[in-house]
């Protein structure tokens, strides 16, 4: 258990400042400043007034440099304490301190997560060996900590939970995306190895029927090419593809069938000429954003689906007129849309109307790239 926590590598997502951290370490100097010159109790007060300030302009790397800070801060409160043979410094506003051992479980590896504690602890232990805190108040110290540092932790590994269901989303959009690519390359290779045995049937009594069976291979040979290429921007194992026929453009009216909220679908350009990928594509975009609108949007009376096809790209625009919930983080439906139209080379994107509703848009090109 503990090489495992001691080999734990770093969060993937650590942001190394966000605009509050500079905010808060901004209003915390400002206060530990006032605190200082306010209150008569504090001394000697320039000391522990600089004291204060370096140990919250510590905080401003407590996400990038979690141990060093942690070290830091804590080695100082020792070193101060000793040489004032007090607690030292003393000032209120330095229990904003807790954030740190917080920082280092939340943004730490797992080096960092057992030496942070080490020197969190070590400082209480200090403390109490020379008297400056009493028994209650070191085991009052340690359970507060702890709290701070379980907290961190909690945070840490939830956010990695997250991280795999997003992970597992992304992997079951690529699924749903080979198998329609699945779909349209067996279709291909049917229809080239029909035309080849007709051909030859055939070649004896008129040769010009195989000269055609070989440009009909030609074409369906070369969509065929250019769908696997698209293939290589997933990775997946193939044995799973599911061989049932992929959704369609014209599956939409499907969608059109459903009531309470009523949809309404309108496609505009030559759908039927799109790439199966690409009409798949469409279909599971409007067809998730439909199904999101119905979920989420209160006291909606319509969903919009439009579909415009035009030479170089499919623009797919979903909207509805209902009140949209509290925002919040990025759901799975919402991820997997987005990484459908990535895989593809295209984008997705959505968010609330200006005045009322929710609006979902993405952007196809119209030929799948490798």
């Not at 051992?101 to 057992?114: D, I, K, Q």
């Not at 690529?174 to 291909?188: C, G, K, P, S, W």
């Amino acid at each position: 258990m503990f090489r495992s926590v001691w080999r734990e590598p770093r969060p993937a997502a650590a942001p190394p400042h966000v605009w509050w951290d500079r905010a808060l370490v901004g209003v915390l100097v400002v206060t530990a400043v006032v605190e200082g010159a306010a209150r008569p109790d504090v001394s000697p007060r320039v000391p522990s007034i600089v004291i204060s300030v370096l140990l919250v302009l510590s905080l401003f790397w407590r996400r990038t440099r979690p141990l060093p800070v942690v070290a830091f801060a804590f080695g100082l409160c020792v070193l101060s304490a000793v040489v004032a043979g007090r607690e030292f410094p003393d000032q209120y506003v330095l229990v904003a301190l807790l954030l740190l051992p917080f920082s280092v479980f939340r943004w730490g590896t797992g080096r960092e997560l057992v030496l942070g504690a080490a020197f969190v602890l070590t400082k209480l232990g200090v403390s109490a060996v020379l008297g400056y805190l009493s028994l209650a108040d070191t085991a009052a110290g340690i359970v507060v900590l702890s709290m701070a540092m379980a907290v961190g932790a909690a945070l840490r590994y939830r956010s990695r939970a997250r991280s795999r269901e997003l992970d597992q989303v992304k992997l079951m959009e690529r699924e749903q995306l080979a198998r329609d690519l699945h779909d349209t390359v067996a279709h291909h290779v049917s229809a080239m190895a029909i035309r080849a045995q007709a051909g030859i049937a055939t070649s004896a009594a008129d040769p010009g029927a195989a000269v055609d069976a070989l440009k009909v291979i030609d074409a369906e040979a070369a969509r065929a090419l250019d769908e696997m290429r698209g293939m290589v921007r997933i990775l997946r194992t193939q044995e799973a593809a599911d061989r049932s026929p992929g959704p369609r453009v014209a599956d939409l009216e499907r969608l059109a069938s459903l009531s309470n909220p009523s949809v309404d679908v309108r496609v505009t350009g030559d759908a039927d000429a799109l790439p199966s990928p690409v009409g798949a594509a469409v279909f599971r975009l409007a067809q998730e954003a439909v199904t999101n609108a119905r979920r989420h949007a209160r006291h909606a009376t319509r969903i919009d689906v439009r579909v415009t096809v035009d030479d170089s790209e499919v623009r797919v625009l979903v909207t509805d007129d209902g009140v949209p919930r509290q925002t919040g983080p990025r759901g799975y439906g919402l991820t997997g849309m987005i990484e459908r139209a990535s895989l593809l080379g295209g984008t997705c994107e959505a968010g609330p109307n200006p005045d009322r509703g929710w609006t979902v848009s993405a952007v196809l090109p119209r030929e799948v790239t490798a």
